[in-house]
């Protein structure tokens, strides 16, 4: 950013100084660029940040206050890169375009500077260039507002590419889910959230860029934003908006309009969908789950990559939107189900519509860059193309049997376009396009009269004058007239002197017009070639201006059918992830589920899609596994708790089921032999402790805080799964809260639950709670080496096998040995406290075994409680100074 300099210092600078300075200052947060000819030119500290950020050479131009100003800059041309490579380092960047011809400028005076504005500010959540997009993801940003009741958010998440805005309402809980879910390339939010409230922890835990707008956010004038937007009278159609919805959908439309200046993307009006309507996932259940990436990040290895065998981009993020929001109405599954279920038995069909759908274009975001202006001719071709497709596959399905209700609306959409845009853009367009309008050459000759006269010109330039020389030749009758050219007469005819006399007589005076008398030659012109003349210097500008109007044209054509070639988009969408989930499941021998609304939560020989695919790969086989939560709804499902070693397959068979769930419910067949899901509600999975080192706690601290969670929300129609709850702290306490824990889900929650653990004695709670089932993992002992089946059978795990898995590990053997030893003395000891023991039914709290009453530990306590993200450093200071005080107090 630029250091403030007082004004007087500011009179001395160069006129194009103090205009950069003038319009850097509007736009303090962003990166300019200043365009400069052929060049975005950045200065000051700007160039210094963009020289770094792209590695490109810092020069310097002219002086400001005695100093040197830093320079750096990029060809227009090639600023797509540069601008992808600055987003996605986190920058935003305010293009600055000259918006006068220069020679406007000239007319004002020898020292006036060419006029310029700020035209866009590009930001990571509101880029459309083809090149800085990832097809086969949405980009979206979330403008967040808060309505008239406290702690309500509403949200509203647009995909500028796509013209997609989606509306919704959040309390502060579902805050992170909801992020998550919608996944935002940036937040913006008021001013007073950006600061104090758990949006800004949220956005920072998250990553994300989180901008703050100073736009009024009553209803009043959020209406009256989006009634503008849109041309509506009123907001009846768009259903009933709450308070903090309305504001959202404000603010998002004031970040469009503050972004893109005076281009207006294609929006699609605002829709909701309450919030019931979809599975919940909470954040840390979507990472752990490894839904649409791998808890490394990646997307290779998630689930998403696993079943994303779409043909088309648009396609692939309409797959990503259905796994993030598994429905939670039946009828709508069983529409998606039939439709996977008629290409599964259609395999021929479904092979013709796959491969017509391949290099399918993108519509949607072609169409948004028409809406932009940002357009080429590329994005005429992309619906060109796109049409063509949709024909095709029209033509593909009509020959099929009565469509399940899902394609037969996707196929009524593709014969919604009017078929003459279709033939108008083929007729249009050449067939090599050319990236930028602005180069000319896209319209097919024959297209438009006008524009093949223009080019004829600018191309034939001779022959259009050697046959007009022929002509004037024929007319006057003599073989020695030359058409020429010179920079004084422009085109003249020159004939001998002899021959020109009779130039000058009737009837051909009334043609040729004397310029000048050489000697021994004369010069003519004519009305026809004072016309060619001035055609001929203008011919070029006119062939491309030409073509711009015909872009204009085509480019009008295709928005003014705007919305039915977004409907077009979506059935293609809907028809690709259709076919891709047949091809996944009829590939994968996946079984079509049964959803209704029972508590029903049975699988037969299920499977983890994932770990599946990844031990096909090697020649390995996966073990089939089957699981009953099933319960009646007077008494809610049933809690399993799987014990076994470590390593045998316990995390796998959890996430499986809960994948398996979220398959289901967004419509897809399933990795099992059979399976009958009663709705999931909210999906809670608590799997692995890794340390939160980001957001200052510890495992087991973030491990509680989920917990907490889910046993606070977990319904009746919910799935929990819990993976080794009370790891992070001492055997004793991490046994009692696992135990208190299965005791609560299983009489208050009542929720469907599984539960892996290698406490042993949790086991024993079959005996007292009626819906609790015993699993373990089926482990052999040859010679001495311990062999997993990765078999869930009933019952408890005998023993752990900690010390065999330890010397898989390669742990050394003397280690191993002695560990053994230690083992059957402890084991020994073991049983004779069990043979003391008194009460079966509290076992950890029996006298012999009550561990010492833990040492409180204050310094811990006040460490824990520390978030250093949040302090000032004067409160970092503080905090300091208190916690060497309790150590003092604590006698070290
Ligand atoms: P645990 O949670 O019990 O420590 P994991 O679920 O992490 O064990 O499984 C360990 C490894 O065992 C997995 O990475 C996988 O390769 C293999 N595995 C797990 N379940 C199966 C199965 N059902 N069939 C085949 N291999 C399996």
């Known amino acids: 950013m630029l250091e403030r300099i007082p004004p007087a210092a500011e009179a001395k600078a160069t006129p194009m100084i103090a205009q950069y300075r003038a319009i850097k200052a509007a736009h303090p947060d962003c990166l300019l660029f200043y365009r400069m000819g052929d060049f975005y030119e950045l200065f000051f500290e700007d160039a210094e940040t963009a020289a770094k950020a792209l590695n490109i050479v810092l020069t310097k131009r002219g002086k400001h206050e005695g100093q ?25 960047v305010a293009i600055c375009e000259q918006t006068e011809d220069p020679a406007e400028t000239k007319k004002r005076g020898g020292k006036a500077l060419v006029k310029r504005e700020v035209v866009r500010l ?113 907001l009846d159609g768009l259903g009933l908006l709450s308070d903090a919805e309305l504001a959202a959908a404000g603010a998002a439309i004031f970040y469009i309009e503050r972004t893109q200046f005076s281009a207006r993307p294609n929006l699609s009006l605002p829709s909701r969908t309450a919030q019931s309507a979809r599975m919940e996932i909470g954040a840390a259940a979507r990472a752990s789950l490894e839904l649409a990436r791998t808890l490394a990040g990646a997307r290779e290895g998630s689930l998403l990559a696993t079943v994303d065998k779409t043909m088309t981009a648009q396609g692939s993020r309409l797959l990503a939107e259905r796994l993030a929001a598994p429905l939670t109405d039946p009828e709508e599954i069983a529409r998606r189900l039939d439709a996977v279920a008629f290409f599964i038995d259609e395999p021929a069909l479904r092979r013709g519509v796959r491969a017509c759908l391949k290099g399918m274009p993108d519509i949607a975001r072609a169409l948004s860059r028409l809406a932009l202006k940002r357009s080429g001719p590329r994005d005429l071709a992309a619906i060109r193309g796109g049409l063509a497709f949709a024909e095709e596959i029209a033509r593909v399905l009509a020959g099929a049997r009565p469509l399940p209700q899902e394609l037969a609306q996707a196929a009524e959409a593709i014969g919604a376009v009017d078929p003459s845009l279709q033939l108008r853009l083929q007729n249009a367009l050449a067939e090599t396009l050319p990236l930028s ?30 046959s007009l020389q022929a002509r004037y030749a024929e007319l006057a009758e003599t073989k020695q007239l030359k058409l020429k050219h010179n920079h004084f007469l422009g085109h003249f005819i020159e004939v001998p002197q002899g021959q020109g006399e009779k130039f000058l007589r009737p009837p051909h005076n009334e043609i040729f017009v004397h310029r000048q008398t050489m000697a021994g030659a004369m010069r003519f012109s004519t009305k026809e070639l004072a016309e060619l003349e001035a055609k001929l210097a203008s011919a070029a500008d006119e062939a491309l201006a030409r073509e711009q109007a015909l872009f204009e044209e085509l ?5 003014g059918a705007g919305a039915a070639l977004k409907n077009l988009g979506s059935a293609l969408a809907a028809i690709d992830v259709t076919a891709a989930l047949a091809e996944v499941a009829d590939a994968r021998r996946w079984a079509g589920p049964k959803v209704d609304r029972s508590l029903a939560f049975e699988i ?81 999975s608590r799997v692995g402790a890794a340390d939160d080192l980001a957001r200052g706690r510890s495992t087991f601290m973030v491990e509680m805080i989920e917990t907490a969670a889910i046993l606070n929300q977990a319904t009746e129609r919910s799935l929990v799964i819990l993976d080794e709850i009370g790891r992070g702290t001492a055997t004793f306490d991490g046994l009692s809260i696992a135990w208190s824990v299965i005791e609560h889900l299983h009489e208050k929650n009542r929720s469907r639950a599984l539960f892996a653990t290698h406490f042993h004695e949790l086991t024993r709670l079959a005996e007292r709670l009626e819906r609790f089932v015993n699993l373990t993992v089926r482990v052999t002992d040859w010679n001495g080496e311990v062999v997993f089946l990765h078999e869930i059978v009933p019952g408890a795990a005998d023993r752990s096998y900690g010390v065999q898995v330890a010397k898989l590990a390669g742990l050394p053997a003397p280690v191993v040995s002695r560990a053994r030893e230690l083992l059957a003395e402890f084991e020994a000891a073991e049983r004779s406290v069990d043979a003391n023991r008194q009460s079966a039914d509290l076992p950890l709290f029996t006298a012999s075994r009550q561990p010492p009453a833990e040492l409180s530990d204050p310094l811990g306590e006040a460490l824990d409680a520390i978030d250093p993200d949040s302090l000032s450093p004067r409160a970092a200071l503080d905090a300091l100074y208190r916690l060497k005080a309790l150590r003092t107090k604590a006698g070290h």
């Open 122 to 234: 590009v930001t990571p959540g509101t880029i459309t260039e083809e090149h800085l997009l990832d097809p086969a993801r949405a980009n979206s940003f979330l403008a967040v507002a808060n309505g008239s009741e406290p702690g309500i958010y509403g949200l509203a998440s647009v995909d500028i590419s796509t013209g997609a805005f989606i509306l919704g309402e959040a309390n502060e809980k579902l805050l992170e889910a909801e992020i998550a879910r919608l996944e935002p390339a940036e937040i913006t939010a008021p001013e007073e959230l950006c600061t104090r409230s758990p949006l800004a922890r949220l956005a920072r835990e998250a990553g994300l860029p989180l901008t703050p707008f100073g736009c009024p956010t009553d209803s009043a004038s959020a209406e009256r934003r989006i009634k503008d937007y849109f041309g509506l009278a009123n």
């Open 437 to 466: 309008r602005q180069d000319g050459g896209f319209i097919r000759s024959g297209f438009d009269a006008r524009l093949d006269g223009f080019r004829a010109l600018r191309d034939e330039r001779r022959g259009v004058i050697a």
């Open 604 to 684: 037969e020989g299920g499977r983890h899609p994932v770990v599946e695919e990844a031990l096909r790969a090697q020649g390995l086989p996966f073990c089939e596994n089957g699981c009953d939560l099933s319960g009646a709804p007077s008494e809610g499902g049933k809690i399993a708790v799987v014990t076994g070693p470590n390593m045998a397959g316990k995390s796998t068979y959890l996430r499986q089921n809960a994948l398996i769930a979220i398959l289901a419910q967004m419509g897809s067949y399933v990795p099992a032999k059979r399976a009958h899901i009663g709705i999931v509600d909210k999906l809670y």
């Open 68 to 92: 040197d100003i830093p320079m750096c800059g990029v060809p227009v041309e090639r600023a797509e890169d540069y601008l992808a490579r600055l987003i996605a380092q986190g920058f935003r």
């Open 555 to 559: 480019a009008a054509l295709c928005l």
